[in-house]
């Protein structure tokens, strides 16, 4: 399963991100996607699910009121809109077809500093 996550950068605390994930066809419409986090060193943390067909969104608490995860079945694309971004928000951002991380991109770093 070919995931491509991008979007990441540097930004300031209180800045915004976007980050998209291309996925492939057959995911597109049918796949409920996942948006994960890694730290150096530390396992995977879940950040969010949205169902296949955008009607249901589910975030972890850490990112509840923050983060948007919305998707785009005909650009193949699910993106994570990221607002208020705070210094703990720094990590390895990874889209996958499920909540564990299993099939995963190769991820996109956001660094959140200034």
């Known amino acids: 399963v070919q995931l491509v996550e991008s979007g ?3 930004v300031q605390p209180g800045g915004s991100l976007t980050l998209s994930c291309v996925v492939p ?11 994960l986090r890694q730290y150096p060193g530390k396992a995977l943390e879940w950040v969010s699910d949205i169902s296949a067909d955008s009607s249901h969104t589910y975030y972890a608490d850490s990112v509840k009121g ?15 809109q990221m607002n ?6 720094t990590a390895l951002y990874y889209c996958a077809t499920s909540s564990d991380g ?13």
């Not at 057959?26 to 996942?34: K, N, V």
């Not at 208020?84 to 928000?89: A, F, N, P, T």
């Not at 299993?102 to 200034?114: A, E, I, L, M």
């Open 8 to 10: 990441g950068g540097e």
């Open 66 to 80: 923050r983060f948007t995860t919305s998707r785009d079945n005909a650009k193949k694309t699910v993106y994570l």
């Open 25 to 35: 066809t057959y995911i597109a419409a049918s796949w409920q996607l996942s948006w």
């Open 84 to 89: 208020s971004l705070k210094s703990e928000d």
């Open 102 to 114: 299993q099939n995963r991109g190769q991820g996109t770093q956001v660094t959140v500093s200034g």
